[in-house]
């Protein structure tokens, strides 16, 4: 007896069609990267030596006919061995994808070999994104690491309350919250910790709303030559320490096994 017409069975793999790996917010580049770019060493150790040499003020005057002063510049060493935290997974090759890589079938092994590629690339990415993850939470001043054990390794960087500044109100409130005063205070707090001005404020396109939304910021608007009254990017700049910035980044990434971006 004969059995039922299959097309599958009588039909023949002529394309392979994927859908691409990441999203749009996935594929940006990743703005961590730039602001601490990875330096590479031999070793699974690393020692770390930072030279800080103290406020010297302003140099003296010499008496007629005097010795001049003496002064030295005050340095400060310190030295650090750290030990790296490993970022590393493996994937295993099953005995059925070994077969399907060595089948006579050209379809068949060019289909095996694609997947194939496209799980070592998944690696690559999920290695760089947890790169990614490190740099921002380093940023924090604290990071906690998980390992598949559900062990965990806490890191403080020592950052102090100061160069951890909150807000009073959150920006979500649109109505009360006054983000450029506490930009300003921000950019002014790294002035007193470097000697520098804050000038650049990374943010997400969410929380960048909300100071497009702002009462205090709109208030300050007015209707000369404007169509609406919604503030620019020119106009909040406009408010902040000259040569400020307002850099927009959005990248991420999806959970395991979520569909949507």
Avoid: C
Wanted: proline share 5%.
């Amino acid at each position: 007896m004969s059995s039922p017409f299959d097309i599958w069975d009588q039909s023949v793999l002529t394309d392979l069609i994927h859908r691409p790996l990441t999203t749009m917010w996935e594929d940006n580049p990743r703005l961590g990267d730039l602001i601490a770019p990875i330096r590479p060493i031999a070793s699974r150790t690393a020692k770390i030596q930072t030279k800080q040499t103290e406020a010297f003020g302003l140099g003296q005057f010499k008496s007629p006919d005097a010795t001049p002063a003496l002064f030295t510049p005050e340095s400060q060493w310190e030295e650090r061995i750290i030990e790296l935290a490993l970022l590393e997974e493996m994937h295993r090759v099953s005995g059925e994808d070994w077969l399907k890589l060595n089948s006579s079938d050209e379809n068949v092994r060019r289909g095996a070999g694609v997947d194939l590629i496209e799980r070592g690339k998944a690696l690559q990415l999920r290695n760089e994104r947890l790169t990614e993850w490190m740099r921002w939470q380093a940023f924090t001043g604290q990071m906690t690491i998980t390992y598949p054990t559900g062990s965990q390794a806490y890191i403080n960087y020592g950052f102090t309350a100061a160069q951890r500044p909150t807000v009073t109100t959150a920006w979500s409130n649109v109505a009360s919250a006054d983000p450029i005063t506490d930009m300003r205070a921000w950019s002014t707090t790294i002035a007193g910790l470097s000697g520098y001005y804050g000038l650049r404020y990374h943010m997400s396109s969410e929380t960048y709303d909300y100071i497009v939304r702002n009462a205090n910021v709109r208030n300050l608007l007015t209707a000369t030559n404007r169509a609406m009254l919604i503030p620019t990017k020119e106009d909040i700049l406009a408010l902040l320490r000259d040569g400020s910035d307002i850099v927009i980044y959005d990248n991420g990434y999806r959970a395991d096994g979520v569909g949507s971006a």
